[in-house]
C-alpha cells in the first residue's frame, strides 16, 4: 500500500512514500524543471560522487501515482534518521557546513538551494549527506538566497547558542521544529557575542530587522531582485566564517570520564567485552542500538560484526567526543546520538507526525543496556517491569548487564538517599524481565558481582 | 586657557579641563552609545512569529552589497598572499 510520508508533505515539487517497506520520492510536474536541471547540469553527478547527496534511481512506480507525476524515484535509504536535537555540537555544525558547500557547489552549476533546513541532512557512513533531491532550484543572477533565515534559524542560532551558552540549549530545537527563532537567539546570548562580527550581523541585527517589518504594511520592493551572484557568494562565505568560528570543547561533563571511574579490574572488563561480543555473535543483527553508550567502547564491539550501531547517551559532552573519535578513524558504521532515556524523543511536527519518536524508528534487532539499569531504576525511581516494557518495544533482543546493590557503583547511587528499592534484587530483576523477555543466555563476570543476559523480547 | 563647559547642573559655570572631567565626558559618551546601541540591537518581544520572512528578506538584501564588498576585498588579499607565497617558493 501507497502510504505518503508525512516528513514531506510541504514540498508543492514533490514527496516521499512508502510502498511496501521500500521508500521512493514522487516528482510532481512543478518539481520537473528543476529535477531534469539537476541532473543534466552534472550536479547531481558532483554531488553523488563527492558523497554529499544521496543517490536515486529513476523507476517505473510500482504503485498508482499522483495526477500530476512526472518521475518517481528510488532514494537510496539511510539506515537510520536522526534529529538536529539528537546531534552533538560537531554534528550539527559539520551539517552546517555541509549545507553551505552543497549551496555554494549549486551555484557554480547554475542552481542554488531554496531551503536549508537541519532535517534535510542525515548521518550516512560516518558523515552528514543531504537527503533532499527536490531542494535545488534554478539560480537567476540577481536572486537572494531563499534559505537564508532557515540556515541561521536551523543552524547559525543553536550552534552559536551551543558555543556561547550552554550546549544543553540544542534542547530548543525540538520545542522549535522550524529552528530558533532569532529573537529568542538574540535575547539568550550573552553581551559580548555584540562584539562578533558574525552574529552581530546574522543574529542580532538579522532579529531587529525581523521585528521591524513583521507587521508592516508598507514594504521596500522585495519582488525586485537585486542581489549580485558576488554578494551572495559573500553572504555563504561569511556564514561559513561565523560557523568556522564557534567551538565547543566537552571539558567536565557528567559522563565523558566515566571509564576511568568504574570498580572494573581489566579481566573483568576484557570478560564482559569478550561476553558481549559473543551474545552479539549468536543473533547476527543488522541493527544494534546502544544504549547509555558513553564514549562508545562497547559501541566499537558491536561495530566489529559489521551491524550499524546506533549509540545513545544522555551526555552532550560523551556523544561529542565518540563522534570525534569514530570521524577521525573513519569508522563508518557507528552513529552517536544524543538520547536521554528517561525523556526519549517523541513524535513532533504537525499533527504530531512530521517527525518520528525513537520508539517508532525501532525495533533493533539487539539493544546494549550495559551498566544502565540501576541508573534507569534506582536514579530515576523506575520499577524494572517498566524498564523491561520500554525494552521490548525497541527491540528483538536485548543485551543487559545487570549491576546489584553490592556494587560499588550503585552504593554510590545510594550513599545520599533512602533504600527505597527492596525489589532490586537479581532474583526480582530476572522476575520482570521474564514477563517481557525469554532468557536465552546468562553470564556472571569474574572479579565483579555482575552478570549479562542475552534476552529474546516476547512478541 | 582653554574652557570646558561642565555637563549637569553646572553647565551654565566655567571650569578648568581636568583629567577626571574628561574621563566624565568619555563615559557618558559610552554609556549612551552603548544604549543607543542596545535599543537598536536587541529585539523586542515580538511581533516576528508573524511573519519573520519578510524581516529575513529585506536584511539580506540590505547586507548583501556590503557582505559582497567585504567579499571581494578577502578574495584580492587572499590572491596577494598566494601571489607572495608563490613568489617565495619559487
Known sequence: MKLAQKSSFRDPCGFLLRHEDILYREILSKGAPDYQRLMTSRLYNSLVESEMLVAHSEIAPPFDVSPDHFKTIKPYEIDFISYPYEWSFSQLRDAALLTLKITTTSLDHGMILKDASAYNVQFHHGKPIFIDTLSFTHYKEGAIWPAYRQFCQHFLAPLALMSKCDVRLSGLLSNNIDGIPLDLASTLLPFKTLLDFSLFLHIHMHARSQRKYADKNDLPDIKKNNVSNKSLRGLLDSLETAINKLNWKPIGTEWSDYYLDTNYSETALAEKRKAVQLFIDKCHAEQIWDLGANTGMFSLVAAQTGANVISFDIDPGAVEKHYLHAREKGIRNVLPLLQDLNNPSTNIGWALQERNSLIKRGPADICLVLALIHHLAISNNVPLIEVARFLQQIAKMIIIEFVPKEDSQVKRLLATREDIFPNYTQKCFEEAFSQCFKIVARQQLNESNRSIYLMEAIQ | ?90
Open chain 2, 1 to 90: 586657557m582653554r574652557t570646558f563647559h561642565c555637563w549637569g547642573k553646572n553647565k551654565n559655570r566655567l571650569c578648568r579641563p581636568r583629567k577626571a572631567k574628561r574621563d566624565n565626558f568619555k563615559t557618558c559618551f559610552f554609556v549612551i552609545l552603548f544604549v543607543a546601541l542596545a535599543t537598536l540591537i536587541f529585539p523586542e518581544r515580538s511581533e516576528a512569529y508573524l511573519d519573520p520572512g519578510t524581516g529575513s528578506f529585506v536584511f539580506q538584501m540590505i547586507i548583501a552589497s556590503i557582505i559582497g564588498g567585504l567579499y571581494t576585498i578577502k578574495t584580492y588579499w587572499r590572491n596577494i598572499i598566494k601571489f607572495f607565497k608563490k613568489d617565495k617558493k619559487e
